[in-house]
């Protein structure tokens, strides 16, 4: 929620700067991406006893959508289960995917669709666009040498099964000399190589949001 008010200070700062009506102007037909990630579910959620006791993981994922905005793209949970930093935490010794924590991003997942379903209907003047992350990302893990890769349980950096974000650099003790044969920079965010690959499968989504007025599931 923090976002929001951060949002809502930008938007201030640029009537301030250009005046209500063009910043009006900007604010609607500017294209806006939201993302409600992995990060909010396996490093808050599933790690955080007091969400679990106050939340179900289906009432943590509500709330995503922001103020003033005409041209929305809002991405899709990928599968969290099949990151690394979550198979070694919560996999109990094996090396598949943990679906029950798949689940979770598939019900989100559902869950947008029925959002946006909703908000086109309310708000005739808003285009959204879905930006499916999910079934990509899981084709590329559980068959990486189809894509040229041949790592998906564990990344680059590393051991590649805990470390994380500011834990890894290209110094860190084990970190592999090529990261574009790894799905996984660190246990938890994809490569250089990866994003490439889902960015090139979301060009129809972003084309669409830009210049159509359909929306793209």
């Not at 949970?77 to 798949?102: A, D, Q, R, W």
């Not at 930006?131 to 068959?143: A, G, K």
Request: aromatic share 12%; glycine share 6%.
């Amino acid at each position: 929620m923090n976002q929001l008010e951060f949002y809502k200070d930008c938007q201030e700062e640029l009537v301030k700067l250009i005046g209500k009506e063009n910043a009006t102007s900007i604010i609607s037909g500017a294209a806006y991406l939201l993302v409600d990630g992995s990060g909010d579910f396996a490093q808050n959620y599933f790690i955080n006893p007091i969400l679990q006791n106050i939340y179900t993981p289906y009432q943590f994922s509500d709330n995503l959508y922001a103020l003033g905005a005409r041209k929305i793209g809002v991405t899709t949970l990928p599968p969290i289960g099949c990151m690394p930093f979550i198979i070694t935490k919560f996999g109990y010794h094996s090396n598949k995917c943990v679906e029950t924590i798949n689940n979770v991003a598939l019900d989100f997942n559902k869950k947008l669709n029925l959002t946006t379903e909703n908000l086109i209907k309310k708000l005739p003047g808003v285009k959204l666009v879905i930006f499916d992350i999910y079934q990509p990302l899981y084709e590329l893990i559980i068959r990486p040498s189809d894509y040229g890769f041949f790592e998906a349980r564990k990344g680059c950096c590393g051991t590649g099964l805990l470390e994380v974000a500011t834990l890894c650099n290209k110094i860190s003790i084990g970190t592999c000399a090529d990261a574009s044969k790894y799905v996984f920079w660190d246990s938890f965010h994809p490569t250089e190589a990866t994003n490439k690959i889902l960015m090139d499968h979301l060009i129809p989504a972003a084309t669409s949001l830009l210049y159509s007025n359909q929306t793209v599931r």
